[in-house]
């Protein structure tokens, strides 16, 4: 893992205006995390970090530098990486049970829970259901 942050000085006062996370797994560097200041959006300091992390993988003998996922509607980061020489591909997820699936046994068992629930309160003592309430109150 590596941090890479972008400051600025200026009249002796340092400022933050980037900061990036790389991972390294075998021979990929992969771009994981970022944050930037409105004033480094302006200044570019991501374009600097950027620079900087691909020039020290290349140094460090990396194959690959992975530039990370962009959601289509995200024109701005797409092209923020398709600068750098990024190639675009189309990923593909596949999940069991599908996340319909999942989704409405989820739903399902909330629906089963909740019955279960409504009928065991209105089966309870007064003087249980005020306890449980106290301590369900303080939980939450």
């Known amino acids: 893992m590596q941090l890479l942050l972008a400051e600025r000085t200026e009249g002796g006062r340092r400022e933050l ?3 990036s996370v790389f ?3 075998g021979q990929t560097v992969f771009y994981a995390f970022n944050g930037c200041s409105d004033a480094g959006l302006r200044l570019r300091a991501n374009d600097v970090i950027q ?3 691909i020039h020290d993988a290349c140094r460090a003998g990396f194959r690959r530098y992975d530039l990370g996922e962009v959601v289509e509607s995200q024109t701005g980061l797409h092209e923020f990486k ?3 020489g990024a ?3 189309r990923l593909y997820r596949y999940s069991y049970p599908s996340s319909v699936q999942a989704d409405r046994a989820a739903i399902d068992s909330r629906a089963i829970a909740g019955r279960l629930i409504r009928t065991a309160w209105r089966h309870l003592p007064a003087p249980a259901a005020a306890r449980l309430s106290d301590w369900l109150y303080g939980y939450f």
């Open 23 to 25: 991972l390294m797994f």
């Open 17 to 19: 205006m980037a900061g």
């Open 51 to 53: 620079w900087h992390a």
């Open 82 to 84: 398709r600068k750098w």
């Open 87 to 89: 190639e675009t591909y």
